[in-house]
């Protein structure tokens, strides 16, 4: 009884809160308790298209010149390619927006406690199968998509 006057309490009180879910779950495993590289092949399993198809051309990059970098030459989830993981985690704000099978999470955050080092970026998700696959990372701060970073498959990019 206490725990439904309760959350009938905070609905009221908090109607403009962000509420975090499974599809902001999805994004956080990237975030803590250790980021990871989005591009790993160990997390394929958790894209969709159009993303995927960068990975691939990466890969392809990457064994053509293996002595070169590759089309993704930072981490797409954090727009940077140096971070502190304790300010990263401390300062991890999630939020959600869910249409049917499709969700934005939008993740704000810092990279370092002292300086201009704040970023957000909104994370692109699909359901199928009944998981949430990300099918896109945008970078708010930086204005750019992943999807749409040019990656050419043996070449450099310029």
Do not use: H
Not at 33 to 62: I, S
Not at 108 to 119: A, C, H, P, T
């Amino acid at each position: 009884m206490r725990l439904t006057v309760l959350v009938a309490v905070l609905s009221i009180a908090l109607p403009g809160a962000a509420v975090a879910g499974p599809a902001s779950d999805a994004v956080k495993f990237f975030y803590v308790p250790a980021v990871k590289f989005e591009a790993d092949e160990q997390y394929r399993d958790r894209f969709t298209e159009p993303v995927t198809k960068l990975f691939e051309l990466n890969d392809q990059a990457t064994k053509t010149n293996p002595d070169q970098v590759a089309c993704i030459d930072f981490d797409p989830g954090l727009d940077a390619q140096d971070f502190d993981q304790k300010t990263v985690s401390k300062t991890l704000k999630l939020s959600e927006k869910l249409d049917g099978d499709n969700a934005q999470v939008t993740a704000s955050f810092s990279l370092f406690s002292e300086g201009d080092s704040k970023r957000e970026m909104l994370w692109s998700l699909k359901k199928i199968d009944g998981k949430w696959k990300i099918s896109d990372i945008a970078s708010k701060t930086s204005d750019w998509t992943l999807s749409a970073l040019e990656c050419m498959a043996g070449q450099t990019p310029e």
